[in-house]
């Protein structure tokens, strides 16, 4: 299947600080990129759905100026926590999807946030 | 609006016993039907999908798992379960009405023990 690789895989940061995360489709074009969060032992929370060279959509709940997506070319997508606190501490997971209804979302390894 | 439901949080069996771990959706129009499979703290990978025709999906690592339209259901299979199987079930799915997002249930932790 096709790979979608995440960076960092974890990170410890100050409360304050930004912290970027980049989710890249290695071996294929994806149209679209999903940005999602999972709690311990729960299910993944879509945050945003981010098509190349336009705005991310926002799910409702999800601050859009604390989670500011980019998703300059058909293989980046970055996900930038800003001034993140202990609350936004979680596992982030970014997945990639080349547009048709028949294809499945590719899922990137995850990112661990700690934030202290 | 579409949802999943995985109505069991953990199934144990025995290695070499089949298993089946339970997935029912609720979707507008013909339903797009996924199972992955997440590692600790690693990300979600494919196992298979229905998307039309044979009722019976074949994937990765011998699974397998049934579309029932009757039933709404989609159920996760194997015929001899192994100790790496052990592992967190998501069943997702996608309406052809519903855009691009998928909505994914709680998921199941599936225990195969010796």
């Known amino acids: 299947g096709a790979v979608v690789s995440q960076h960092p895989s974890w990170v410890i940061c100050k409360s304050g600080t930004s912290v970027k995360i980049e989710c890249r489709s290695l071996?294929?074009?994806?149209?679209?990129m999903f940005w999602y969060r999972q709690f311990p032992k729960q299910s993944l929370m879509l945050m945003a759905t981010?098509?190349?060279?336009?705005?991310?959509?926002?799910e409702q709940g999800v601050e859009k100026d604390k989670f500011l997506i980019n998703h300059a070319s058909l293989t980046l997508s970055t996900l930038t926590v800003t001034s993140a606190h202990p609350e936004d501490s979680s596992f982030y997971i970014c997945?990639?999807?080349?547009?048709?209804?028949?294809?499945?979302?590719?899922f990137g390894p995850g990112t661990r946030l700690t934030v202290l | 609006a579409q949802s999943v439901a995985q109505p069991e949080d953990q199934v144990n069996v025995a290695e070499g016993n089949p298993l089946t771990v339970k997935c029912t959706y609720s979707?507008?129009?013909?339903?797009?039907l996924f199972w992955y499979v997440q590692y600790p703290n690693r990300g979600l990978q494919f196992l298979l999908k229905?998307?039309?025709?044979?009722?019976l999906v074949k994937g990765s690592y011998g699974f397998e798992a049934e579309f029932n339209k009757s039933q709404t259901s989609f159920h996760l299979k194997k015929p001899s379960a192994l100790v790496s199987d052990s592992a967190l079930y998501f069943c997702?799915?996608?309406?052809?009405?519903?855009?691009?997002?998928?909505?994914f249930g709680t998921g199941t932790q599936l225990k195969v023990e010796l």
């Open positions: 997702a799915v996608r309406g052809t009405g519903g855009g691009n997002k998928l909505t």
């Open positions: 071996d294929f074009q994806a149209t679209t």
């Open positions: 229905y998307i039309t025709g044979d009722n």
């Open positions: 997945s990639a999807w080349q547009g048709s209804s028949y294809n499945e979302q590719f």
């Open positions: 979707v507008s129009g013909n339903p797009y």
């Open positions: 981010s098509n190349e060279g336009s705005k991310a959509t926002y």
